[in-house]
């Protein structure tokens, strides 16, 4: 079993911040990609940034300069630094993770419930 653990989110003003972790845990041999997406209301779920394990970040160009994915190799965990956030941020931001389990030749795309993000104008 592989569980993708968001215990983030919550109400923030417009302008203010909100870090976002996400925990991998489980029987995991390694994992490749880890990321954020997002899902508004009424629209489909798209990329908000990506990791690779050796540090490579792609984000989205919405986001771009105002959030920042970092992560722990470590601790398989995946943090979204949101700074300066809009109305227009508010979504359910679900984390995903590309991993590959013990004695299994692919890798497989797990995604997390989602944490829903609102913020206030």
């Known amino acids: 079993q592989v569980q993708l653990l968001e215990p983030g989110g919550g109400l923030v003003q417009a302008g203010g911040s909100l870090r976002l972790p996400c925990a991998a845990s489980g029987s995991i041999f390694s994992i490749n990609f880890m990321g954020w997406h997002r899902q508004a209301p009424g629209k489909q779920r798209e990329l908000v940034a990506d990791?690779?394990?050796?540090?490579?970040?792609n984000y989205a160009e919405t986001v771009k300069g105002r959030i920042t994915i970092s992560r722990d190799n470590a601790e398989n965990t995946v943090y979204l630094q949101m700074n300066s956030l809009k109305p227009e941020d508010t979504a359910v931001y679900y984390c995903?993770?590309?991993?590959?389990?013990?004695?299994?030749?692919?890798?497989?795309?797990?995604w997390g419930k989602g944490t829903l993000v609102t913020v206030s104008s």
């Open positions: 995903n993770a590309d991993l590959r389990r013990p004695l299994e030749y692919f890798a497989m795309n797990y």
């Open positions: 990791i690779t394990s050796g540090g490579t970040t």
